[in-house]
């Protein structure tokens, strides 16, 4: 079992809807990621999120919106998404100790997977 | 910049085998380099990590890398297969400068063939 949920598990949406993927994690760390993987290719980070601020957006387009409503909770908000925008949306967190935090691992939800229609 | 390769995207040993999955990076600064495992429908799983010290380095699953800093490779290996050992592996590098970014290599899926 994973120690990162992410809700829903899957997710069929319009491109006009509006929708919400959320992320939870208990085990204290305060550097929180959103990726996105398409099938058989690695994970493309989008945001980080160090101490509840965003310190790394790369270059995601506006339809997608993080929040980090706490130290535990991460929410990615979807609007007018286009088709090629299906795919497993991961997120993961990590310990943050000044200095280290490079060396600590990311431990990863199970992912939402999302298409677009 | 920093970059990770794998160069095979497909491995396939014997049950009892020993396999090996390869890794070669390129980092500006110190590299710190990561293993994880992806199972079908599931996310990423970490199985060990090389930040300094020790050029062999054991994880979890009883699969262990070895750092190669003059050829600039992580490969993952572990004596001897399983066939639950079958799914994607993952080779990841991030500079040691204090960046969150982590960089995937492409991905390699090893199956173990009973």
């Known amino acids: 079992d994973t120690e990162v949920t992410q809700t829903p598990k899957h997710l069929v949406m319009g491109m006009t809807n509006k929708k919400s993927l959320k992320c939870e994690q208990h085990m204290g760390h305060r550097a929180m990621y959103w990726y996105k993987q398409k099938a058989k290719k690695p994970p493309e980070l989008m945001f980080v999120y160090s101490y509840e601020k965003l310190s790394i957006n790369e270059s995601v387009p506006s339809r997608f919106s993080p929040e980090c409503p706490n130290s535990s909770l991460l929410n990615l908000h979807l609007h007018a998404l286009q088709p090629e925008d299906s795919a497993l949306y991961l997120c993961?967190?990590?310990?943050?100790?000044?200095?280290?935090?490079?060396?600590?691992?990311?431990?990863f939800g199970d992912g939402t997977r999302l298409s677009i229609l | 910049a920093q970059s990770v390769a794998q160069p095979e995207d497909q491995v396939n040993v014997a049950e009892g085998n020993p396999l090996t999955v390869k890794c070669t990076y390129s980092v500006s600064g110190n590299p710190y380099l990561f293993w994880y495992v992806q199972y079908p429908n599931r996310g990423l799983q970490f199985l060990l990590k090389?930040?300094?010290?020790?050029?062999l380095v054991k994880g979890s699953y009883g699969f262990e890398a070895e750092f190669n800093k003059s050829q600039t490779s992580f490969h993952l290996k572990k004596p001897s297969a399983l066939v639950s050992d079958s799914a994607l592996y993952f080779c990841a590098v991030r500079d040691g400068a204090g960046a969150n970014n982590l960089f995937f290599g492409t991905g390699t899926r090893l199956t173990v063939i009973p």
């Open positions: 090389y930040i300094t010290g020790d050029n």
């Open positions: 993961a967190s990590s310990q943050v100790h000044r200095g280290t935090e490079s060396n600590q691992p990311q431990h």
